[in-house]
């Protein structure tokens, strides 16, 4: 069971190396479909991050099988954004109540529910927040 579920997550980071994922000005993002389960689509962000452009979070879309109205979200950065200004529960939380899901959890990683028709409005007001965050700092520190 151990040795399938980990060449599941070696399939996901391979998928999201392999079709490459969409940048914006301060996110890079990839949807998974349903090819993945929504349980380890945080893992394979976590993973993929170190393999692209590390300086920008990184978001993981996915869909939920179960309940085809919603997609999962999960985002993973790192120390290096955490020390620019970066709250992903913070940005997550903002973005996800804006289109009518839910989300939540840490600076460094957090997650959200949003209704499966809302992807493209989500996934700008997640830019426009990154790009929020990241100039407050630059504020800070001058």
Known sequence: ????????????????????????????????????????????????????????????????????????????????ALARGVDLQGALVEASAAVGGAGGGHRIAAGAFIPHDTEEEFIDGINRILTRQFASADTDNS
């Open 1 to 80: 069971m151990l040795a399938h579920h980990r060449s599941v997550i070696r399939g996901l980071l391979q998928y999201i190396l392999e079709t490459g994922v969409t940048e914006l000005s301060h996110l890079q993002y990839i949807h998974t479909g349903d090819r993945f389960p929504d349980t380890i689509v945080g893992i394979g962000a976590g993973m993929a991050l170190s393999k692209l452009n590390w300086k920008k979070p990184i978001m993981v879309l996915a869909a939920m099988v179960d309940e085809p109205d919603v997609t999962k979200v999960s985002m993973r950065t790192n120390e290096w």
